[in-house]
């Protein structure tokens, strides 16, 4: 195994034409058959990366931007855009095509967190990743950013920490009846 690889060496493209079996009730192609997808190329790329069996750990920030329909033909394309001692984030953007037209639309992007592991199940060390541009330590920093944002989330509202009296006046702004 390389010590270190560019996200250039793991990255992996996948098209799939959408068809009326991967739609919802409201005709649209159903969200979860994306996750799906995502789910699949991420754990590709985080195994080429890695050269071992990987795990999603998490999934962070999925917001649907755009709906796609029967017909259109969906790219999703998958880097490494972070490293850890054993983990990768991996970067999955969605973009769909109507293939009449060809107008492109882009549908969601997303952060997979995989973490690489043995015959055995147990965690194993990743290649590090070789930031050849300003694009790659963009998406790194931003990584180390979002990871630290999420610390601090769940630190805010540990059960053991949360006073209820610092978030009643919040709670009037919104459609809610507190009734305790």
């Known amino acids: 195994m390389k010590k270190y690889k560019t996200a250039r060496e793991s990255r992996v493209v996948i098209s799939e034409l959408m068809l009326?079996?991967?739609?919802?009730?409201?005709?649209?192609?159903?969200?979860?058959?994306?996750?799906?997808l995502m789910d699949q190329i991420a754990f590709a790329c985080g195994s080429k990366h890695s050269e071992a069996y990987?795990?999603?750990?998490?999934?962070?920030?999925?917001?649907?931007?755009?709906p796609i329909e029967v017909g259109e033909l969906v790219t999703m394309k998958a880097s490494i855009n972070n490293v850890g001692t054993t983990s990768?984030?991996?970067?999955?953007?969605?973009?769909?095509?109507?293939?009449?037209t060809g107008k492109v639309k882009h549908c969601n992007s997303s952060y997979f967190t995989m973490v690489a592991k043995n015959d055995q199940g147990k965690s194993v060390a990743v290649p590090g990743l070789?930031?050849?541009?300003?694009?790659?330590v963009r998406r790194f920093v931003r990584s180390i950013?979002?990871?630290?944002?999420?610390?601090?989330?769940?630190d805010r509202f540990k059960?053991?920490?949360?006073?209820?009296?610092?978030?009643?006046?919040?709670?009037?702004e919104?459609?809610?009846?507190?009734?305790?």
């Open 88 to 100: 990768m984030v991996v970067g999955v953007r969605v973009e769909s095509e109507n293939i009449m």
């Open 20 to 36: 009326p079996s991967h739609s919802n009730f409201s005709g649209k192609i159903h969200g979860g058959y994306i996750l799906s």
């Open 174 to 180: 919104y459609n809610v009846k507190v009734d305790l």
């Open 130 to 136: 070789v930031l050849e541009n300003e694009t790659a």
């Open 145 to 154: 950013i979002r990871k630290d944002d999420a610390k601090a989330r769940r």
């Open 54 to 66: 990987c795990v999603t750990a998490s999934v962070d920030k999925v917001d649907f931007l755009k």
């Open 159 to 172: 059960a053991s920490e949360f006073k209820l009296e610092d978030h009643l006046e919040l709670l009037k």
